[in-house]
């Protein structure tokens, strides 16, 4: 059992150190490209790695996805 936790420490200890990784790259890219001025947007780190997805929950997309059957069938409606 200790060995099997040992096992699940060292993994968890790896996985953080990726994503940590990923996210110094992410901020260093972000601060190059934008002062090199080239882009009208600020881009954030969160941008160039996806977490803005993650954040969006499952209930706004629903909400979102009903929204846009609504103002699809509205428009239907008025070019009919």
């Not at 993994?11 to 990726?18: G, L, N, R």
Request: glycine share 2%.
């Amino acid at each position: 059992m200790e060995l099997i936790e040992l096992y699940n420490y060292t993994v968890e200890d790896q996985i953080q150190q990726h994503e940590n990784e990923v996210d110094l790259i992410a901020w260093q890219t972000a601060l190059l490209m934008n002062a090199s001025g080239n882009y009208k947007k600020h881009i954030t780190p969160e941008m160039l790695v996806g977490k803005e997805k993650e954040k969006e929950s499952s209930s706004s997309r629903l909400d979102a996805d009903k929204d846009r059957d609504t103002v699809m069938a509205e428009l239907m409606d008025k070019f009919k």
